[in-house]
């Protein structure tokens, strides 16, 4: 069982940056790949970028290649989301998750927990 906690939304304009968090419960945390989802108003979950269970390995969507970096620091139990030149289409809300096994993401990869969101918010 993991339980995940996201951290760091908030208001920003265009352009601009932030850091989210996802705090991870459990001693297994370093046997998951996890996952960055986000949410926007009307539109279905959408996948933002996934890491392997040792950091070495991340992936991306087209829409923010080169604008956010996601890492995971295993002995803090804690996977990060940095996301740069941020613009009013990346407003959504925004969720961790955690798929079990030491394997490498695919489109068909299943996430077996879920965090409660953060909202992320940006003006124009």
């Known amino acids: 069982q993991v339980q995940l906690v996201e951290s760091g939304g908030g208001l920003v304009q265009a352009g601009g940056s932030l850091r989210l968090s996802c705090a991870a419960s459990?001693?297994?945390?370093?046997?998951?790949?996890m996952g960055w989802f986000r949410q926007a108003p009307g539109k279905g979950r959408e996948f933002v970028a996934d890491?392997?269970?040792?950091?070495?390995?991340?992936y991306y969507a087209d829409s923010v290649k080169g604008r956010f970096t996601i890492s995971r620091d295993n002995a803090r139990n804690t996977v990060n989301l940095l996301m740069n030149s941020l613009k009013p289409e990346d407003t959504a809300v925004y969720y961790c998750?955690?798929?079990?096994?030491?394997?490498?993401?695919?489109?068909?990869?299943?996430?077996?927990?879920w965090g409660q969101g953060t909202q992320v918010t940006v003006s124009s």
């Open positions: 890491i392997t269970w040792s950091g070495a390995t991340s």
């Open positions: 459990g001693h297994t945390f370093s046997s998951y790949g």
């Open positions: 998750a955690a798929r079990g096994g030491r394997s490498y993401y695919t489109p068909g990869s299943s996430y077996a927990y």
